[in-house]
């Protein structure tokens, strides 16, 4: 069951015309964290990840998975992480070398970095994917800037991860007849200088009731729902079982171990799968024979 500090709430400020979205993550984060002896840099970024990806999952209306890929040939290679329309999150980070410092990961400076914004729909099966370009060094202004390009829509995005959770705020115009927040026109600059306020200490560590009020008490804030979070994986022996077929034969079989059974680690929740030749040779018992293969009859 999702912790009370594990929840995304939306909210609009009436007066000023912004939509927003506030997600803390305390449970399901440290789920996340607990899963790898992650470098401070790394798991810093990874829990400002998981909290971006869940309150982006807020800004839309979702039937499905929406992720968050980062890949680079720098010290931080890979960065994944992943929320579902029920609220199940799930992430981890791969990295080598310099990464495990202590200094913030300034993700411009990585070589030949591309950062994939992804929504999968479960409903009409579609994929639809953006690409971001990595021109600036925090993730919070990546995601601004691919607002701006993607939706033509503005945005103030401020990101958390300290002391065991992770946070995320999502400011947005609201669209309306003849433009974008023409009931007050200086609202949606009255709304980021308000937001950029705002401390990490209070982002991670304040109710979301007192953070909106500490901001917003003179805009008309208004809860409009909310939704609880929690860790959870997609891993099953099916899927793994899947993986292994589309190896193929020769590349599976070759992946038996002395004793005779394939372990498969599920790298976001540790899970591990175990085949042996009776079960790989019911996953391939219909693909072609490799030569040499030890099949008894």
């Not at 990806?53 to 980062?70: D, E, P, R, V, Y």
């Not at 202004?141 to 959770?165: K, M, V």
């Not at 079960?279 to 024979?289: A, G, I």
Request: aromatic share 4%; glycine share 10%; with cysteine.
């Amino acid at each position: 069951m999702p912790n009370p500090k594990d929840h995304l709430h939306r909210f609009l400020l009436e007066r000023a015309g912004v939509s927003g979205v506030l997600v803390q993550l305390e449970d399901a984060w440290q789920e996340v964290a607990g899963r790898s002896d992650y470098p401070p840099a790394v798991s810093a970024l990874l829990g400002q990840a998981l909290a971006a990806t869940a309150a982006l999952t807020g800004t839309i209306k979702l039937s499905g998975n929406l992720s968050l890929h980062l890949r680079s040939k720098g010290d931080l290679s890979l960065l994944f992480t992943e929320c579902n329309d029920a609220g199940r999150l799930r992430g981890l980070a791969q990295w080598r070398g310099d990464a495990a410092g202590d200094a913030a990961i300034d993700l411009a400076g990585q070589p030949e970095p591309l950062l994939a914004i992804t929504i999968d729909n479960a409903a009409t099966g579609q994929r639809q994917q953006g690409l971001v370009p990595v021109e600036h060094g925090t993730l919070a202004q990546l995601l601004e800037g691919y607002f701006e390009r993607s939706e033509q829509l503005p945005s103030h995005i401020r990101l958390g991860c300290a002391g065991g959770r992770a946070a995320a705020l999502i400011l947005q115009p609201l669209a309306r007849a003849g433009g974008i927040g023409q009931s007050d026109p200086d609202g949606w600059n009255r709304a980021r200088h308000l937001a950029a306020t705002l401390s990490e200490s209070e982002l991670l560590q304040l109710p979301p009731e007192q953070v909106l009020l500490r901001l917003f008490h003179e805009e008309d804030v208004r809860l409009t729902g909310d939704r609880g979070l929690f860790f959870g994986c997609q891993c099953s022996r099916e899927r793994v079982a899947a993986v292994l077929r589309n190896l193929g034969r020769s590349e599976s079989e070759a992946a038996l171990q002395p004793d005779g059974r394939i372990e498969v680690t599920c790298e976001f929740c540790n899970t591990r799968y175990h085949f042996d030749r009776v079960d790989l040779e019911q996953v391939l018992r219909d693909l072609p024979e490799t030569p040499g293969s030890a099949t008894t009859h």
